[in-house]
């Protein structure tokens, strides 16, 4: 087991009213992004009322932070996605790099994925956003923002995983 597998993740949930709409997951990755400077996400798998390019993408993809914000923005609900965030553009590149040599299933997938990525947004079933982070600081600010947030703190291997 790799240092980033032992260190504690947080697990955030944020409840949405309505739906996961592309102004609802654009209003929090522009947050998120903010506070840990993200320049480039990962687009693991994404589903729902959204842009053709997206719906029909080949999946793991690499995108431009602002530019998966601009397709996103307009949609009118996302059912499900894995959005890996980054700020260097090399980062992201060496982990889909990775992630084409790890299947699933989840935990033993995201386990050993862990120690190439340190932020990941899961839109949940039209419900819900999931956020999977090391970074105590964006935890704080997250919870001081949504303050219905439910955040769990766990070793890698005691993190609930919704596919």
Do not use: H
């Not at 589903?47 to 690499?62: E, H, K, Q, R, S």
Request: net charge neutral.
């Amino acid at each position: 087991m790799n240092k980033t597998s032992i260190k504690n993740w947080y697990q955030i949930e944020i409840e949405v009213d309505a739906c996961t709409s592309g102004k609802e997951l654009t209003d929090l990755l522009v947050f998120l992004g903010s506070k840990i400077k993200t320049k480039y996400m990962v687009l693991d798998y994404i589903t729902g009322a959204v842009d053709d390019y997206l719906y029909t993408a080949t999946y793991p993809m690499i995108m431009a932070f602002k530019q998966f914000l601009n397709i996103a923005r307009p949609a009118t609900q996302f059912d499900w996605a894995y959005l890996y965030l980054f700020e260097k553009k090399e980062n992201a590149e060496c982990f889909v790099k990775q992630m084409k040599l790890i299947e699933p299933p989840f935990p033993e997938y995201f386990n050993k994925l862990a120690e190439y990525f340190r932020t990941l947004v899961v839109v949940f079933d039209d419900t819900s956003f999931i956020i999977y982070t090391q970074n105590k600081s964006l935890k704080d600010m997250i919870k001081t923002k949504y303050i219905n947030a439910t955040i769990k703190e766990r070793t890698i291997d005691q993190l609930e995983f919704y596919l």
